[in-house]
Structure formats: C-alpha cells, structure tokens
C-alpha cells in the first residue's frame, strides 16, 4: 500500500492536460507536485494561481521531485521516450492516447512496465462510460449469441476550415483523425472482439487539412467471419461535440450503445440476463454510472484518474482494463489502417508455418 498522499506531476498543459490536472488536483489521495509544459506563458499562469512548481523540462523535473506517478498528456510523438524515462525512476504512469506511434516502441514499454509491476494505463476514457461498459458485460456473458457485425462512429465538428500551426496538423507527431477520433472507436473494438486479421477497403481521406486526414472508413475482418465497420470524421458540423457509438449484431439480438444510453433487442430464444426481457430493453447512462468527486466533461475522465489512483495505492498493477498492453492491441490496428490505406490492404497476420490466420 502506497503512502497517502500519492505525488503526481501532470505533463503537458493542453486541452486533455489541463483537464486531467483540474481532476487530479481535486483527488482527495493526490498531491500535484509539480507541472511541465513547453509553454512559458501556461506554466506563469498556472503557478502564479495555483502555486505549483512548475518545469519546462521533463528530465530536470523527474531529477528534482520526489514523485510516485505522472499523468503524461504531451503529442503522441512524445509519449514514448517519456513513458520509459518514468518507468525507468519507478513511477506509475498514466498516459494519453494513442499509447505509442511505434508499435515496436511500445512492446518494448510493455514488458518494461510488466517487468517492473508499475501501474500503467492509456486515456481511452470510452471504457469508463456506463453504456460502453455493458456493452462488454453483455457480450462477455454470450446474451446476443454469436456475434456477426459490428460497426463503430464517431463524429464531431474539430476540423472545419483549413488550418495548421499545431501537432494535431501533422502526421508525423500523432495528428489526424485516425490517431485524435477513430482511435477511440478502435480501441472499444479491440475492447470487444480483439486484434483484427487484416482490413480492407480502408480510406484515410483529407477534408479540410492539407496534411493529415479528416474522415476514417474501413473494414475489418475477425476470425469466423465476423466483420466490423469503421466511420469516423471530425469534419462534420451537424454534431455539436464529439459522438461516439457502437452497434452489436448477433445470432439472438442486437445492441447499440452510446454515451446516454445503451439499447438491448433480445429475440424470443435469448437467454435473459438479469433485469432484461424479450424484445427491447434500454439502459441509461445515467443508471449504469457511479457517481464521482468532480466532474470535467464527464464522469468517464475523472473515472478513469480514480481508477489509476487506486491502483497506485494498492500496487496492482495486473488486470488494468486499460493497460499499456490493451492500448497497444489499438495502436497495432491504427497501423494496420495506415498500411491498408497506403496499399489497399493490410495484409493478415501470419501464423505457425507462414499461412495467415484465417487459413490455418
């Protein structure tokens, strides 16, 4: 059991990092040691109303504060080198999404954090909502049969003009709709059925940007035939934020879930789990959710921080439904979609002997 209280540093002061330091500063278990941003003028700010100690330089702040975690919110590029020279310290880490750009990278991280049984998890905060999480509960327990189909979205109004001058403009650095939205999807995909074998007819398409993407639409292929549909654009005006929402096809019903509510149709030969009837059943978000200590954008972030904390207090690093290894299982398929889109398809991965999968 850690010692109360735990001591974290928040790094990067963006719009996921400022959010994160809003929650964790309110963590009754928490005490924010210090903050660091590239950013002179957000860290004058911030020290001068909050009184933090405050850094430009990640190295020189892990040398100077005595730290148990770090909530790592910097560009994709970055995460990293700074995810193993935390590791590396022995502090817990908590870090934004996507976990790595280089899948490599990340393997390497993963035994890393294993090997040292640190408490590591990625920000998908999907996992966190109520509706999402039944979804998974549902499934785990086999209440639609056998799954056939299942298809993601997720839409929001970000890019609607041309622009630049951010990380988030270019590729290179974890920018675009494929590493910023659709990997949020992705990763409630792999959450529910895994690792794809290959996908096909995969579309990475420019709206407004001139370097990166601003819509994302593929298939991806399952073993046993199962499918699953991606549709992804942060181009799209007609939402007011971003909306995320899954689709469940089965053998004995269909489910559709989003972050209200979560919609249940059980045909007649369904076996009912409890709570639920024949034909259809709707739970809401607002039923299937704990209540939190404080709330900024939704109780998934401040869910998913007090389970991080949690865990850091108890040293459990095993079993995190958002670990570095489930974080990398979605950085794989981001990959996969980038190969699809460059070749027209991302080819299944090889098995025993050299036959793919799905022909073993």
Not at 117 to 146: D, M, S, T
Not at 193 to 217: A, I, K, M
Not at 317 to 343: E, I, R, W, Y
Request: glycine share 10%; net charge neutral.
């Amino acid at each position: 059991m850690t010692t109360l209280p735990i001591r974290v540093a928040v790094v990067g002061l963006g719009k996921m990092g400022l959010s994160h330091l809003a929650i964790i500063n309110a963590h009754p278990d928490v005490r924010v040691c210090a903050i660091c941003d590239a950013s002179g003028y957000v860290l004058d700010v911030l020290g001068k109303y909050t009184g933090l100690k405050t850094f430009t330089n990640y190295q020189s702040m892990l040398a100077e504060v005595e730290l148990d975690a770090v909530v790592i919110a910097t560009p994709t590029s970055l995460h990293a080198t700074m995810v193993r020279q935390a590791l590396e310290r022995g502090l817990h880490v908590f870090c934004e999404k996507p976990f790595c750009l280089d899948s490599d990278e990340g393997e390497a991280l993963v035994r890393m954090a294993a090997q040292s049984a640190l408490v590591n998890q990625v920000g998908y905060h999907n996992r966190f909502v109520g509706a999402f999480q039944e979804v998974q509960r549902l499934l785990a327990q086999g209440v639609i049969g056998e799954v056939t189909h299942v298809k993601v979205e997720a839409y929001g109004p970000v890019v609607l003009k041309g622009k630049g001058g951010t990380w988030r403009a270019e590729h290179g650095k974890g920018g675009g709709c494929l590493y910023d939205y659709a990997a949020h999807p992705l990763n409630l995909l792999t959450w529910y059925l895994g690792t794809p074998q290959g996908v096909g007819g995969t579309v990475l398409n420019p709206v407004f940007s001139e370097h990166v993407d601003d819509e994302v639409y593929s298939t991806l292929y399952y073993p046993d035939g199962v499918s699953a549909q991606l549709s992804v654009s942060w181009s799209d005006e007609s939402f007011r934020k971003m909306s995320t929402s899954v689709t469940v096809l089965g053998k004995q019903g269909r489910i559709r879930a989003d972050r209200q509510e979560c919609q249940v149709f059980l045909r007649n030969n369904a076996t009912l789990p409890d709570g639920y009837t024949h034909g259809w059943n709707i739970r809401y978000t607002t039923d299937l959710t704990l209540p939190v200590w404080f709330y900024v954008r939704g109780e998934e972030y401040s869910a998913q921080i007090d389970y991080f904390i949690a865990r850091v207090k108890t040293q459990t690093a095993a079993g995190n439904v958002n670990d570095f290894a489930s974080a990398l299982a979605t950085d794989k398929v981001l990959a996969m979609l980038v190969v699809g889109a460059a070749h027209g398809a991302a080819p299944p991965p090889r098995g025993p002997g050299g036959a793919p999968h799905n022909q073993r």
